[in-house]
């Protein structure tokens, strides 16, 4: 019997003799009504819910009922997320990973009925109608049809429920993760709403709010759902230790990212220490203290009982396991509790005027209209380093790469395994391109230049690659990580999965890949891919992740580490390698060449006044990617070149060891082959029979 089925059959009562806590059954609701009463009293401590003077009051239910159903909303929207994540990457196959898809379902059918009920208080409050107003239905209609924002919520909804009914439909941790993918995609739609798009900052606000739902949802509905999955008896002690123990790290990363997202959103809204003092800011510090709190818990949590439920508490003894058991619950209870105080002053942040409002940008310049942000200095040298625009995802994605090598590499370490150094010091390198490339002058000057934005794409494409590829990221994750025996995924299970998968299979094929690298760039700009990267924020990060992982693909099929496609012939792939260098240079002629500007509506209209004009630096622009990103390829055929010597000389050495065994016998049998052939050719021909 597996391990798996072990799990998924003993009966809770046979499993674990230890009772969980009656009282636990009360903390989930415990923390809802602690939210509630947040939002209510922070929204009563700023005014937030009183009526405006001079405007028509749409209620006081709708004043008061709108924070209500919206903290409701985000606590539902935790509870999904949190639900399919830990079915996806933490909760063992069999009934564990059911009851969590269960109780997604659920929550997405609460989360999808509470945002209706969301929406339609926010049309009130908006247009200050009752909903008992002659005429609110037909009004909400134009609302949800014609209004970004309405439009915006009615796409949550049907997003919301649509994750409810797949969630309840799936029966795999894959399904649990496409699942919790869609569940993403409306919490990027709830980071759009309240924003203006030509206020400033518009894409740092837009990122550090989804990085900030995100984090805190995978937080509270991650601790939430492991409870409830414990008290319905679907994880026995040791499901529920190692469970514990691989949601201990998700907690870690969202703590980390609600706090450097709330960081930003508090630097975007109260500008300095003096919107401190603001009812705004006075909130900021209320949740900053919250938050740390939970932090402390979470330690607590890390150091306290992660550790006692896996290894001391196990050899100690059932009293001692007891103890641990009811030291967690009491931290779950009391943290849930701060969690939900936590979300009730949020939603009552997000309906306080902030010292800096989020409005658009007044008597704005034509570069401001488009883009925007203002227009940059005239591009100099200096420039490329000096001026910087944070990207937060990416730039929380590198940090978080880079963070998570340099623990890999430093288990083996711990272990006495080597690990090359190069091979660490190459994965450093190529995370601080991409950090600069994505946050610093590339990402500022590519907005309002063609030719700054080819910088950043072949960059992108074929000098971080590269480095990363030589990094062997893969080899390093299946070395470091240990490999799961109860049916569930992590990380090495996850990333194995993507490398031996059809999809990936086909994906990583070298001359897939080699077609991928070069005719995404005719695809990209030459339709409306291109305008789109430069209009929204998603189609920017797009671009990012697409042309990363197109030249990570077909580095990896010419100079790979990590196990993947079956890789052809060094002669081959330097043939590969030399006609995608023929494709950018046609490419690049193309460009220098054309006279039509590319997005004229975007490059045309910055009203520049430094620097070459838009079509010219369209035209220099394909000199970069003609000159400039050829040099990264001939590096990298060099790069092919040395492993081709390098296994020439491997095989050299693997010959000369095994003639050493058997006395080299390949040779004597070939000079034995040559012997017999040429005794063949010096004997007589065999005499005719003559015809009769």
Same mark, same amino acid.
């Given at each position: ?15 674990? #003799? ?65 639900? /399919?994540? /830990? ?9 564990? %990973? ?39 239905? *037909? ?42 993918? &869609?569940?993403?995609?409306? +919490? ?73 997202? =709330? ?9 300095? &220490? ?15 203290? !919250?938050?740390?709190? %939970? ?8 150091? !306290? ?50 010292? +800096? ?21 005239? $591009? ?31 288990? %083996? ?90 999809? =990936?299979?086909?994906? *990583?094929?070298?001359?897939? *890949? ?12 030459? #339709?409306?891919?291109?305008? !789109?990267? $430069?209009?929204?924020?998603? =189609? ?153």
């Amino acid at each position: 019997m597996t391990p798996t089925a072990r799990t998924s059959k003993i009966p809770t009562s046979a499993a674990d #003799t230890t009772r969980n806590p009656w009282w636990l059954i009360l903390a989930g609701p415990v923390a809802v009504v602690v939210a509630v009463l947040a939002v209510l009293a922070a929204g009563s401590f700023s005014g937030a819910f009183a009526p405006l003077t001079g405007f028509p009051d749409p209620g006081v239910a709708v004043r008061w009922g709108l924070p209500v159903s919206t903290v409701l909303t985000e606590l539902a929207v935790a509870v999904t997320l949190g639900a /399919l994540v /830990l079915a996806a990457c933490v909760f063992p196959a069999g009934r564990p %990973l059911q009851r969590s898809l269960g109780v997604a379902g659920v929550a997405a059918g609460a989360w999808a009925v509470l945002t209706v009920v969301q929406l339609v208080l926010r049309y009130s409050s908006i247009s200050t109608t009752p909903v008992t107003a002659p005429g609110f239905g *037909a009004q909400l209609g134009q609302f949800v049809s014609e209004v970004p924002l309405g439009r915006t919520l009615l796409a949550i909804t049907i997003v919301a429920a649509s994750t409810s009914a797949i969630a309840l439909a799936v029966r795999s941790a894959t399904g649990a993760l496409w699942t919790a993918g &869609l569940a993403l995609v409306a +919490i990027a739609l709830q980071s759009n709403t309240g924003h203006a798009a030509g206020s400033a900052s518009h894409e740092l606000a837009i990122s550090s709010m989804f990085l900030h739902l995100g984090g805190a949802a995978l937080w509270i509905g991650g601790l939430a759902v492991l409870a409830v999955v414990r008290v319905r008896g679907g994880l026995d002690r040791q499901a529920f230790a190692d469970s514990v123990a691989r949601y201990s790290p998700i907690a870690g990363w969202s703590f980390v990212a609600v706090g450097v997202s =709330g960081v930003v959103n508090a630097w975007i809204r109260v500008g300095g &220490l003096d919107g401190l003092g603001t009812d705004y800011g006075i909130l900021i510090l209320t949740k900053i203290a !919250l938050i740390t709190v %939970l932090g402390v818990i979470g330690f607590a949590h890390r150091e !306290l009982v992660v550790r006692r439920l896996l290894t001391g508490a196990a050899a100690a003894g059932a009293e001692a396991k007891d103890r641990t058991g009811w030291l967690f619950w009491r931290l779950v209870a009391v943290e849930l509790s701060v969690m939900g105080a936590v979300s009730g002053v949020a939603v009552a942040l997000g309906s306080t005027a902030p010292p +800096i409002p989020d409005a658009p940008i007044t008597d704005a310049t034509p570069a401001e209209i488009v883009t925007g942000h203002p227009l940059p200095v005239e $591009l100099t040298a200096a420039e490329w380093f000096t001026q910087w625009r944070w990207d937060l995802l990416p730039a929380f994605a590198c940090v978080a790469a880079l963070v998570v090598y340099l623990r890999w590499a430093r288990r %083996l370490a711990q272990r006495g395994d080597a690990w090359p150094v190069l091979r660490t010091v190459s994965w450093c390198t190529g995370i601080a391109i991409m950090f600069w490339v994505t946050s610093g002058g590339p990402a500022m000057y590519g907005h309002v230049l063609f030719s700054a934005h080819m910088v950043q794409h072949m960059i992108l494409a074929m000098v971080v690659p590269v480095f990363l590829v030589l990094a062997a990221p893969v080899t390093l994750l299946v070395r470091a990580v240990p490999g799961r025996r109860d049916g569930s995924r992590g990380p090495r299970e996850w990333v194995l999965a993507v490398v031996t998968s059809k999809v =990936g299979q086909f994906f *990583a094929n070298p001359l897939v *890949a080699a077609m991928n690298f070069a005719g995404s760039m005719i695809v990209f700009y030459y #339709t409306p891919a291109f305008e !789109l990267s $430069l209009t929204t924020y998603v =189609g920017h990060l797009a671009m990012i992740l697409h042309f990363t992982l197109a030249g990570y693909l077909f580095a990896n099929a010419l100079v790979g580490i990590d196990p993947g496609p079956h890789r052809p012939g060094y002669p081959q792939r330097l043939l590969l390698l030399f006609a995608t260098m023929a494709f950018h240079a046609f490419f690049g002629v193309a460009l220098v060449s054309g006279e039509a500007l590319l997005v004229p509506e975007w490059f045309g209209l910055l009203g520049r006044e430094w620097g070459p004009t838009a079509i010219e630096d369209q035209q220099r622009g394909g000199a970069v990617a003609w000159g400039v990103g050829e040099l990264p390829t001939l590096v990298l055929a060099i790069v092919v070149a040395i492993s081709w010597t390098r296994s020439d000389e491997r095989d050299a050495r693997r010959r000369d060891r095994q003639a050493d065994r058997d006395g080299d016998a390949e040779l004597g049998e070939y000079n034995a082959m040559l012997a017999k052939m040429a005794a063949n050719d010096t004997q007589p021909p065999a005499p005719r029979s003559r015809r009769r």
